[in-house]
């Protein structure tokens, strides 16, 4: 399952990340989304709320049961085990951390798992590959731009990189043009204010435009 996992984030490029929605809100965003033609979406923990925390639990497994593995889901913001049990027992199949942190990492792909943590410079990506991670996601990229991914790329070539933060239907494609292997994409697609009036008819329409600027 990871390398089907690893394989498919590689092929559709693009990670949909969920932030404060939840239950049948986020059901009917992935939706959306899986109509619109994105199949890899991650719900983040909220470290404020250990209510939200359990949401973004039951959010993962809800949608789990009722795509059946049509959107593959996987959790965001995992900083601590206890957040990473949780993700694995709601099926989890993809993990992603704003930091490097070898302890979730090395957690992670023992538990079958695909492990996406984040880092910033060389040192940093480096470490998180040579720790195991199948992923790194290129975190906060969008002050540093494309030129910062084909500046990676020169010396790292050999690690998978994604971009996350920032990155929009207008400038993905330049990010993968620079050499990142696929990109995390969150407020940018995920329009609160839409999900709220219902309007996710406009999500579907938006995440065409994305998957269409990805190869151009």
């Known amino acids: 399952m990871r390398r089907e996992i690893i394989e498919r984030v590689k092929d559709k490029k693009l990670i949909v990340i969920v932030r404060g929605v939840y239950g049948e809100d986020c059901l009917k965003l992935a939706k ?3 109509e619109g033609g994105i199949e890899l979406m991650e719900v983040t923990f909220d ?3 250990t209510e939200n925390q359990k949401k973004t639990a039951d959010t ?3 949608i789990n049961e009722e795509m059946q593995g049509r959107v593959i889901m996987g959790a965001g913001t995992v900083t601590a085990p206890e957040m990473l049990e949780e993700a694995y027992n709601a099926g989890a199949k993809f993990i992603v951390s704003p930091d490097t942190n070898p302890e979730i990492i090395s957690a992670t792909v023992a538990k079958g798992m695909v492990s996406m943590p984040g880092a910033m410079t060389p040192t940093e990506i ?4 040579n720790v195991g991670a199948d992923f790194v996601k290129v975190f906060p ?3 540093l731009g494309p030129a910062y991914i084909k500046a990676l790329r020169a010396p790292l070539n050999h690690i998978p990189l994604l971009a ?3 990155v929009n239907e207008k400038n993905i494609g330049e990010f993968i043009k620079a050499g990142a292997c696929g990109a995390g994409v969150g407020g940018n697609l995920v329009n609160k204010e839409w999900i709220a009036n219902g309007e996710f008819d406009k999500i579907t329409d938006l995440a065409r435009e994305f998957l269409r600027n990805i190869n151009l």
């Open 47 to 49: 470290q404020s709320s």
């Open 32 to 34: 959306a989304l899986y």
């Open 141 to 143: 990229v969008s002050n």
């Open 126 to 129: 480096l470490t998180a590959y």
């Open 60 to 62: 993962i497994r809800l």
């Open 164 to 166: 996350v933060g920032g």
